[in-house]
């Protein structure tokens, strides 16, 4: 046996995602109706709408209901408890969500309807049985059976039956039996007539031909009113008395049955007792039938009926919400939408009592975290109780960055095009139809910080972007260059090359985010720089290397790294890579350092050296002096040789 606390199963899985486009679609019908009118509940079009939508609850409701009586599974919410869920919804939809210009219209052939639909009897075992007989008047269930069936509406199983009472010995029996089968067969129906009117014509007439059976009945001598099984006449007038719609007969006739059923009872009250009864009606009718054929209180369908019934929607709701969660959310919400239970909130919870049934199917949504899309669309159809325990949700979405398969030769491309990227979009989307900024924010940060630890840097500096996060922007880009501290030139190319796209999409926009973009800029910049190189591509190399410091693209912290760079560039003996003005620049930058280094700043300047090199603060002041005298030497050799540098 399932329970609620489970996991929803793969059928109830597909239930809900179904339902809850349905579901959106109600929002957004009620959401744009209450904009353009105040008085939308009057519009018939609206009315029609929402009913359209509840009917495609029903039949979304006997899918599922269908698929689990097929399968053979035991696991998960079995196929009864969708009927159950089944009779509860469509008997809802019944009574409050009529077709527009139908909620004054007699309602005793709908309930019937419903009822024979759904609580099958007799059943059609009883009926094939009793049809193998020679002499079926002579089983004990054939006057229940017939009795039944008159209850029910079913005609052809009346006639038929009523027809191999020709057999009979009785000399009264064949002759009234006969007579009542053009009688039976010619019960009016509303829905064969244009207006009530005619079809209320028709019903007299129809009960004068009742009648006249009755008169007949009269007559049949007392000893003739029995076979040798029971007294036939007694049975028989019992079936008249119901086509003669005496509530006292069909009260008691549903009584006498082995598994007696108020539902039934009332359902015969609209065609015999009161072929004019309307929903309005109903209340008091049933409370009538409760009195004597109360409905089981441990059993939540069957409460559910009463309830709905008996125009007790708080009631119905309480005992739709123990059947399912599902039932009571969705009763809820159209309830509320048709002004059926009060949207004032709760003093104690501060909800009311939609959303108190919704906020409560979507925590039972919420044991699965791939319903989060459908949890927090629930969620946000709430007061702001409910939007913000949908932020919650969204924040706390898992943002899973596992590859496709282990072995793919591109990873990279798998996680661009993974489940991060697709849940980052619909949580945006979410955020975006919801007007929930700061939470859409949030969510790019931490995919941001996510990505960070899988070295995705391209997309992390895209989603800090995103969220505005300049802040994490720095640390991202931090990262980056400490690949270069930790790993060394070629790791540190791989990941800044990811970035290189973001640069130049924000240099094309004109964007500028200060110390940030200068960061970036030089990280790109010293990625450049290292590709030159190790292309062999040296004069390009030494252009990058004096642009960075020209320019200010280098931080102070790493003038360092790039003097004890310049050192193999500045030995290059084959022709001079530095002009006169790059030459100098490294000799104005090695300066500032040492002196800056001198006077305590040895931190700011020399610790990101000591970490790429090792060693200590002395140790990086002797690599200092490496630079000053490989560019004295570098002045010396080219100063005045034949194309030198030196005018």
């Avoid at 010619?186 to 005619?198: G, I, K, M, V, Y």
């Avoid at 079936?239 to 539902?263: Q, S, T, Y």
């Avoid at 790109?524 to 004096?546: I, K, W």
């Avoid at 006077?599 to 300047?605: F, L, S, T, V």
Wanted: charged residues 25%.
């Amino acid at each position: 046996m399932c329970s609620f606390d489970d996991i929803p199963d793969k059928e109830r899985h597909a239930f809900i995602t179904d339902t809850t486009v349905i579901f959106n679609f109600l929002q957004n019908l009620l959401k744009n109706s209450r904009t353009q009118s105040q008085s939308w509940q009057a519009d018939d079009k609206v009315m029609e709408a929402i009913r359209k939508l509840c009917v495609d609850y029903v039949e979304h409701i006997k899918e599922i209901w269908v698929d689990t009586n097929k399968s053979n599974t035991t696991s998960g919410l079995g196929s009864d408890h969708y009927q159950r869920l089944l009779t509860g919804f469509s008997l809802f939809v019944l009574l409050f969500v009529p077709e527009p210009g139908f909620e004054d219209a007699p309602f005793g052939e709908d309930l019937m309807e419903w009822l024979n639909m759904y609580f099958i009897a007799p059943s059609t075992e009883d009926g094939e049985q009793l049809s193998t007989l020679d002499k079926p008047w002579e089983h004990e269930n054939f006057w229940t059976y017939l009795k039944r069936t008159t209850l029910r509406g079913l005609t052809k199983a009346t006639t038929f039956f009523l027809d191999t009472l020709s057999r009979h010995p009785s000399e009264n029996l064949p002759g009234l039996a006969q007579q009542l089968i053009p009688i039976i067969d010619a019960q009016p129906h509303l829905q064969n007539f244009t207006s009530e009117r005619e079809f209320m014509i028709a019903y007299h007439r129809w009960r004068e031909r009742v009648k006249a059976i009755r008169v007949e009945m009269e007559r049949v001598p007392d000893d003739d009113r029995a076979d040798e099984v029971e007294f036939w006449w007694d049975n028989l007038s019992d079936i008249v008395g119901v086509l003669e719609g005496r509530k006292d007969v069909v009260h008691r006739v549903c009584e006498e049955f082995e598994d007696p059923d108020w539902k039934e009872v009332c359902a015969a009250w609209g065609i015999f007792v009161n072929p004019r009864l309307r929903r309005q009606e109903l209340p008091d009718i049933v409370g009538q039938i409760l009195e004597s054929l109360p409905p089981d209180p441990t059993y939540e369908e069957d409460m559910v009926h009463a309830t709905l019934l008996s125009d007790q929607p708080v009631k119905a709701l309480q005992y739709a919400a123990q059947l399912d969660p599902w039932l009571g959310a969705h009763m809820a919400d159209v309830m509320e939408a048709l002004t059926l239970i009060d949207n004032e909130p709760d003093l104690d919870t501060g909800l009311s009592t939609r959303d108190t049934h919704i906020l409560a199917y979507a925590d039972y949504m919420h044991s699965d975290t791939t319903l989060w899309r459908q949890c927090v669309d629930y969620m946000y159809s709430c007061c702001e109780q409910g939007k913000t325990r949908a932020d919650e949700v969204l924040l706390h979405v898992p943002l899973r960055l596992q590859k496709r398969t282990p072995t793919s030769a591109n990873a990279d491309e798998d996680i661009r095009h993974g489940d991060l990227a697709g849940a980052l979009k619909e949580i945006s989307q979410t955020c975006f139809e919801n007007q929930r900024e700061d939470v859409r924010r949030t969510v790019c940060r931490i995919a941001a910080q996510t990505l960070v630890r899988e070295k995705e840097y391209g997309l992390a500096i895209s989603y800090c972007k995103s969220a505005e996060d300049w802040a994490g922007l720095g640390r991202v880009i931090d990262r980056i260059l400490n690949e270069y501290i930790a790993h060394g030139p070629e790791a540190f190319v791989l990941c800044a090359s990811q970035v290189a796209p973001s640069l130049q999409e924000w240099a094309l926009r004109g964007e500028s985010r200060g110390v940030f973009m200068h960061r970036l800029m030089f990280a790109v910049c010293y990625a450049r720089f290292h590709d030159f190189r190790g292309a062999g591509e040296l004069q390009n190399a030494a252009t990058e290397l004096v642009a960075m410091l020209q320019d200010g693209v280098a931080p102070r912290a790493w003038w360092a790294v790039l003097l004890s760079d310049a050192v193999e560039l500045l030995q290059h003996d084959q022709a001079p890579l530095f002009s006169q003005d790059g030459a100098l620049q490294i000799l104005r930058t090695v300066n500032e350092v040492s002196v800056r280094a001198l006077q305590g700043g040895e931190d700011d300047y020399l610790d990101v050296l000591r970490r790429v090199q090792g060693g200590d603060f002395k140790d990086m002041a002797k690599r200092l002096k490496v630079v000053r005298l490989t560019l004295a030497k570098y002045f010396s050799r080219y100063s005045n040789a034949e194309g030198s540098f030196m005018h």
